[in-house]
C-alpha cells in the first residue's frame, strides 16, 4: 500500500510525522478542479495518480490550464485506467531529488548510498520524462548529515510505523526524497530496488549482498556488518531504442564489442535470440563503471555506451552534470554557512511566514512589529502611572515538547509557552504586557517553526500581551535531527501599592483558598508522564484511555491555561491576598512560596474530583496519592488566599469570567521549624485519591 497507493502513503507519513509535502487527496473530479482553481498559484503543485501508472502518473503543471487538463487525463479520461480513481495534489518541493534504497528487517535498517537519477530524455534535463537514463552514487549532495537525518527521521519511523500498524515490511524500501532548505522530504515511498538507481549502488556494495537479504528475511540483520566501498564513486548510462519514450521498434542487433571487463552491463529490454542479441525494450541496457571519482567514472561509462552499437541507441552524455557543478562550485567557492548546516534563507523565510500572528498581537504600548534588533514598549502609552513596577518571568515547556514532536503537533506548544510565563507573572499581581521568544533547533523547519510561532501567538492573544520579538538559533550537532527547543521571556506591570504577595496582611485565622481548575497537565511533570506512558505499553497515536474522541497524544498536548483575563478583574477588585501558580512541585511545593514563615495549608480533595488523567496516571504508574499532589496540578492550576469574608465576591466575579472558584482549603499555622514539604496536609487523601 506504500507504493501502491500515494493516497495511503501521504496518510501515513502524516499519522506519524513523516517530513513530506503538504498534500490534500480527492477522488472527485469537480472538488478537485475547484481546489486547484482556488489554490493554484503558478508551478507550485504537483498532480499525481494515487495508483500505480507506470512511473507516468505524477504531472507538474506550469499553468492552471494544465493543471485542469491533467486532472481531466486521470479522473476522466482514465488516461491509467483505475490508478486515477484518486489523486493527491501537494505543494511543489523544491531542491534536489535523491534516492535512497534501504534493505529492512522490519526492524533494522541498512541504507545503501544515495544515488541520483536523470529522468528526462535529453541532455540537459530537456525533453519528456522517462524510466530513467542514468544515474550516479554516492550523491555528493547527500551528506553524512542527511544520510543521519534521514535515517531517524524517515526510514526509522516507516519502518516501525508500518509494524505497528499490523503491516510490518521485509525487504527492500527504496524512498525518494527531496533535499529542500528545510531537510530531506520524502515525495514518494516504493517496496522494491530502483531504476536505475540500482544499477549505480549494487557496484559499490563491499560484501556479499546475499547475505544480507537472507538475514533480512530470517529477521536478524542486526548481526550483519554490511559495508560499502569508499574512496569510490560509479556511474550509470542507460541507453535506450530511438523513438523512446514515445513509439519505438524492436529486434535491432546488438553489438558490445569493445567493453573493458571493468564495465558492468545490465540488461533490461533485450532478448537473446537464435545467437544474437537484439533490443527489445525502450530502454534497452544500462552500462555502470566505477572509479576513484565521479568525474572519472562518469567518463568511463559514457565511454563505455559509446561502444555499445544498435540502430537509433540514444543516451545522455552529460549524467551527473549536477554532483560536478556541485563539486566545482565548492572548491571554488569554499565552506559557507549554510554547508555547516545553517540556512540563513530558511530565517528569512520564517520572519516573512510569522510577521501576520505577531501583528496580530499589537496593544497599547506596542505596535508588535518584528525584524529590528530589540522591541520597544511604551508603558505610558499603555497607561501606566509613573510609580509602576515591571515584572519579569521566564520557563519553557520542558520535555512535553517530545510528545509534540513524537505527534509532529506543534500548533498549540506555543500557548504552553506563553502560559507557563504569564501565569508567573499573573501570581505577582502584574499584568502581562509583553512576550520574547527563543527556538532553537537543529535545522530550521519553516513550516513547524511557524505553527509554534502560531501558537505563541494565539497564546499572547489569550494573555493581552504583544509579542514584540524572538530569536531563532540553528545549531546542527547540538539538537537530533527534527528536534527543537523553547524558552519564553515575558514582562509585566504591576503598581507598586497591588504588588503580591502581601504577606503582612495574610492571616492563618481568617483566610482560606480558592482555586481554579486547569485545562490537564499543563506543561509540568512530563518525564514522568513520559515513563507511565512507556509502561502502560501505549504509544502516543493510541486512542486516549479516558477520552476516546482524541488520541493520547492530542490528550496530553492539551495547552496550559492561560489565567490573565479571569484574574485581572479579580485582582483589580483587591481581594486576592496572594496567587500561587501549581507548576513543577504541585500543592506541596508551590503554595508555601506564596506564603509567610509559621503559616501553612490545609486541602479538602473533597472540593473537586480529581480529572481522569490524573487518575490514569495514578493508577498505571502506581503513583502514591501525596506524589501526585507533589508533581502535578492535580486539576487545580491557580490558587488564590482571600479573606473568607471575600471569598463569595471572588466566586461571583470568576464566574463572570467564565470560570469556577473551587473552595480548595483554608490556611492553618505552623511551626517554623516545620519541613517545608509538611507546610501543606491534604488529610485522608490517599483514601481519598485511592
Same mark, same amino acid.
Given at each position: 500500500?506504500?507504493?501502491?497507493?500515494?493516497?495511503?502513503?501521504?496518510?501515513?507519513?502524516?499519522?506519524?510525522?513523516?517530513?513530506?509535502?503538504?498534500?490534500?487527496?480527492f477522488?472527485?473530479?469537480?472538488?478537485?478542479?475547484?481546489?486547484?482553481?482556488?489554490?493554484?498559484?503558478?508551478? +507550485?503543485?504537483?498532480?499525481?495518480?494515487?495508483?500505480?501508472?507506470?512511473?507516468?502518473?505524477?504531472?507538474?503543471?506550469?499553468?492552471?490550464?494544465?493543471?485542469?487538463?491533467? @486532472?481531466?487525463?486521470?479522473?476522466?479520461?482514465?488516461?491509467?485506467?483505475?490508478?486515477?480513481?484518486?489523486?493527491?495534489?501537494?505543494?511543489?518541493?523544491?531542491?534536489e531529488?535523491?534516492?535512497?534504497?534501504?534493505?529492512?528487517?522490519?526492524?533494522?535498517?541498512?541504507?545503501f548510498?544515495?544515488?541520483?537519477?536523470?529522468?528526462? *530524455?535529453?541532455?540537459?534535463?530537456?525533453?519528456?520524462?522517462?524510466?530513467?537514463?542514468g544515474?550516479y552514487?554516492?550523491?555528493p549532495?547527500?551528506?553524512? /548529515?542527511?544520510?543521519?537525518?534521514?535515517?531517524?527521521?524517515?526510514?526509522?519511523?516507516?519502518?516501525?510505523?508500518? &509494524?505497528?500498524?499490523?503491516?510490518?515490511f $521485509?525487504?527492500?524500501?527504496?524512498?525518494?526524497?527531496?533535499?529542500?532548505?528545510?531537510?530531506?522530504?520524502?515525495?514518494?515511498?516504493?517496496?522494491?530496488?530502483? +531504476?536505475?538507481?540500482? !544499477?549505480?549502488?549494487?557496484?559499490?556494495?563491499?560484501?556479499?549482498?546475499?547475505?544480507?537479504?537472507?538475514?533480512?528475511?530470517?529477521?536478524?540483520?542486526?548481526?550483519?556488518d554490511?559495508?560499502?566501498?569508499?574512496?569510490? %564513486?560509479?556511474? =550509470? $548510462?542507460?541507453?535506450?531504442?530511438?523513438?523512446?519514450p514515445?513509439?519505438?521498434?524492436k529486434?535491432?542487433?546488438?553489438?558490445?564489442?569493445?567493453?573493458?571487463?571493468?564495465?558492468?552491463?545490465?540488461?533490461?529490454?533485450?532478448?537473446?535470440?537464435?545467437g544474437?542479441?537484439?533490443?527489445?525494450?525502450?530502454r534497452? @541496457?544500462?552500462?555502470?563503471?566505477?572509479?576513484?571519482?565521479?568525474?572519472?567514472? *562518469?567518463?568511463?561509462?559514457?565511454?563505455?555506451?559509446g561502444?555499445?552499437?544498435?540502430?537509433?541507441a540514444?543516451? &545522455?552524455?552529460?549524467?551527473?552534470?549536477?554532483?560536478?557543478?556541485?563539486?566545482? +562550485?565548492?572548491?571554488?567557492?569554499?565552506?559557507?554557512?549554510?554547508?555547516?548546516?545553517?540556512?540563513?534563507?530558511?530565517?528569512?523565510?520564517l520572519?516573512?511566514?510569522?510577521?501576520?500572528?505577531?501583528?496580530?498581537?499589537?496593544?497599547?504600548?506596542a505596535?508588535?512589529?518584528?525584524?529590528?534588533?530589540?522591541?520597544?514598549?511604551?508603558l505610558?502609552?499603555?497607561?501606566?502611572?509613573?510609580?509602576?513596577?515591571?515584572?519579569?518571568?521566564?520557563?519553557?515547556?520542558?520535555?512535553? @515538547?517530545?510528545?509534540?514532536?513524537?505527534?509532529?503537533?506543534?500548533? =498549540?506548544?506555543?500557548?504552553?509557552?506563553?502560559?507557563?510565563?504569564?501565569?508567573?507573572?499573573?501570581?505577582q499581581?502584574?499584568?502581562?504586557?509583553?512576550?520574547?521568544d527563543?527556538?532553537?533547533?537543529?535545522?530550521?523547519?519553516?513550516?513547524?517553526?511557524?505553527n509554534?510561532?502560531?501558537?505563541?501567538?494565539?497564546?499572547c492573544? !489569550?494573555?493581552?500581551?504583544?509579542?514584540i520579538?524572538?530569536? =531563532?538559533?540553528e545549531?546542527?550537532?547540538?539538537?537530533?535531527?527534527?528536534?527543537?527547543?523553547?524558552?519564553?521571556?515575558?514582562?509585566?506591570?504591576?503598581?507598586?501599592?497591588?504588588? #503580591?504577595?502581601r504577606? +503582612?496582611?495574610?492571616?492563618?485565622?481568617?483566610?482560606?483558598?480558592?482555586?481554579?481548575?486547569?485545562?490537564?497537565?499543563?506543561?509540568?511533570?512530563? %518525564?514522568?508522564?513520559?515513563? *507511565? $506512558?512507556?509502561?502502560?505499553?501505549?504509544?502516543?497515536?493510541?486512542?486516549?484511555?479516558?477520552d476516546?474522541?482524541v488520541?493520547?497524544?492530542e490528550?496530553? @498536548? /492539551?495547552?496550559?491555561?492561560?489565567?490573565?483575563?479571569?484574574?485581572?478583574?479579580?485582582?483589580?477588585?483587591?481581594s486576592?491576598?496572594?496567587?500561587?501558580?501549581? /507548576?513543577?512541585?504541585?500543592?506541596?511545593?508551590?503554595?508555601? &512560596?506564596?506564603?509567610?514563615?509559621?503559616?501553612?495549608?490545609?486541602?479538602?480533595?473533597?472540593?473537586?474530583? #480529581?480529572?481522569?488523567?490524573?487518575?490514569?496516571?495514578?493508577?498505571?504508574?502506581?503513583?502514591?496519592?501525596?506524589?501526585?499532589?507533589?508533581?502535578?496540578?492535580?486539576?487545580?492550576?491557580?490558587?488564590?488566599?482571600?479573606?473568607r469574608?471575600?471569598?463569595?465576591?471572588?466566586?461571583?466575579?470568576? !464566574?463572570?469570567?467564565?470560570?469556577v472558584?473551587?473552595?480548595?482549603? &483554608?490556611?492553618?499555622?505552623?511551626?517554623?521549624?516545620?519541613?517545608?514539604?509538611?507546610?501543606? %496536609?491534604?488529610?485522608?487523601?490517599?483514601?481519598?485519591?485511592?
Amino acid at each position: 500500500m506504500i507504493e501502491g497507493s500515494k493516497s495511503f502513503s501521504k496518510d501515513f507519513m502524516k499519522r506519524h510525522n513523516i517530513p513530506t509535502a503538504r498534500y490534500e487527496s480527492f477522488s472527485d473530479f469537480e472538488s478537485a478542479k475547484e481546489y486547484v482553481l482556488a489554490t493554484y498559484k503558478g508551478g +507550485d503543485l504537483v498532480i499525481k495518480a494515487s495508483g500505480i501508472a507506470a512511473g507516468k502518473g505524477v504531472i507538474i503543471p506550469e499553468t492552471i490550464e494544465e493543471a485542469v487538463a491533467a @486532472l481531466s487525463d486521470i479522473m476522466v479520461s482514465k488516461e491509467f485506467g483505475s490508478a486515477g480513481d484518486v489523486v493527491v495534489i501537494e505543494e511543489r518541493l523544491i531542491g534536489e531529488e535523491v534516492s535512497v534504497l534501504a534493505v529492512t528487517d522490519g526492524y533494522t535498517i541498512v541504507p545503501f548510498p544515495g544515488a541520483q537519477d536523470h529522468k528526462r *530524455i535529453f541532455e540537459g534535463d530537456l525533453g519528456p520524462n522517462t524510466g530513467g537514463m542514468g544515474a550516479y552514487a554516492p550523491a555528493p549532495i547527500y551528506t553524512e /548529515t542527511l544520510q543521519k537525518e534521514t535515517l531517524e527521521r524517515i526510514l526509522q519511523p516507516t519502518v516501525d510505523g508500518l &509494524r505497528r500498524e499490523g503491516i510490518p515490511f $521485509v525487504g527492500c524500501l527504496y524512498a525518494g526524497l527531496m533535499i529542500t532548505s528545510e531537510g530531506p522530504k520524502v515525495i514518494e515511498f516504493n517496496c522494491r530496488f530502483g +531504476d536505475p538507481e540500482t !544499477q549505480a549502488v549494487i557496484p559499490l556494495v563491499d560484501g556479499d549482498l546475499a547475505s544480507l537479504f537472507l538475514a533480512a528475511a530470517e529477521g536478524h540483520l542486526d548481526s550483519v556488518d554490511f559495508k560499502f566501498k569508499t574512496g569510490v %564513486s560509479s556511474a =550509470t $548510462v542507460v541507453l535506450a531504442s530511438g523513438g523512446y519514450p514515445g513509439t519505438y521498434k524492436k529486434g535491432d542487433s546488438i553489438s558490445l564489442d569493445g567493453i573493458s571487463d571493468d564495465i558492468v552491463v545490465f540488461h533490461a529490454g533485450t532478448k537473446y535470440s537464435g545467437g544474437s542479441l537484439t533490443t527489445n525494450g525502450g530502454r534497452v @541496457l544500462a552500462v555502470t563503471a566505477v572509479d576513484v571519482s565521479l568525474e572519472s567514472a *562518469i567518463k568511463s561509462a559514457v565511454d563505455a555506451a559509446g561502444k555499445v552499437s544498435f540502430e537509433g541507441a540514444q543516451y &545522455r552524455r552529460d549524467i551527473g552534470h549536477r554532483a560536478l557543478k556541485l563539486i566545482k +562550485d565548492k572548491k571554488s567557492v569554499g565552506l559557507t554557512y549554510a554547508d555547516a548546516g545553517v540556512s540563513v534563507d530558511a530565517g528569512n523565510l520564517l520572519v516573512q511566514k510569522i510577521k501576520a500572528a505577531v501583528k496580530s498581537t499589537s496593544r497599547p504600548g506596542a505596535d508588535a512589529v518584528i525584524g529590528g534588533f530589540g522591541g520597544v514598549f511604551d508603558l505610558k502609552a499603555a497607561g501606566y502611572p509613573s510609580d509602576t513596577l515591571l515584572v519579569s518571568g521566564t520557563d519553557g515547556v520542558g520535555t512535553k @515538547l517530545k510528545i509534540a514532536h513524537s505527534t509532529g503537533k506543534h500548533d =498549540t506548544i506555543g500557548i504552553d509557552l506563553v502560559a507557563m510565563s504569564v501565569n508567573d507573572v499573573l501570581v505577582q499581581g502584574a499584568e502581562p504586557l509583553f512576550f520574547l521568544d527563543y527556538y532553537a533547533c537543529s535545522k530550521l523547519e519553516v513550516d513547524v517553526a511557524r505553527n509554534v510561532v502560531a501558537g505563541i501567538a494565539d497564546g499572547c492573544k !489569550q494573555s493581552g500581551c504583544a509579542l514584540i520579538g524572538g530569536e =531563532t538559533a540553528e545549531m546542527p550537532g547540538m539538537y537530533a535531527p527534527g528536534d527543537y527547543d523553547l524558552a519564553g521571556f515575558v514582562v509585566g506591570a504591576v503598581a507598586r501599592e497591588n504588588l #503580591l504577595p502581601r504577606l +503582612d496582611q495574610i492571616d492563618p485565622d481568617t483566610d482560606v483558598l480558592i482555586g481554579l481548575a486547569s485545562s490537564g497537565v499543563h506543561s509540568n511533570g512530563f %518525564s514522568l508522564v513520559r515513563r *507511565i $506512558v512507556d509502561a502502560s505499553g501505549l504509544d502516543y497515536a493510541s486512542q486516549c484511555p479516558w477520552d476516546p474522541s482524541v488520541s493520547l497524544g492530542e490528550a496530553l @498536548l /492539551t495547552p496550559t491555561r492561560i489565567y490573565v483575563k479571569e484574574l485581572l478583574p479579580i485582582l483589580r477588585h483587591g481581594s486576592v491576598k496572594a496567587l500561587s501558580h501549581i /507548576t513543577g512541585g504541585g500543592f506541596i511545593d508551590n503554595i508555601p &512560596r506564596c506564603l509567610p514563615d509559621g503559616v501553612g495549608a490545609e486541602l479538602d480533595v473533597t472540593a473537586w474530583e #480529581l480529572p481522569p488523567v490524573f487518575k490514569w496516571l495514578k493508577a498505571h504508574g502506581n503513583v502514591a496519592a501525596r506524589e501526585l499532589a507533589r508533581t502535578f496540578n492535580c486539576g487545580i492550576g491557580m490558587v488564590l488566599v482571600v479573606d473568607r469574608a471575600n471569598a463569595a465576591a471572588v466566586s461571583d466575579l470568576a !464566574q463572570a469570567a467564565g470560570s469556577v472558584a473551587i473552595p480548595m482549603g &483554608r490556611l492553618t499555622r505552623v511551626a517554623a521549624t516545620v519541613a517545608e514539604e509538611n507546610r501543606v %496536609s491534604i488529610p485522608n487523601v490517599d483514601a481519598l485519591w485511592a
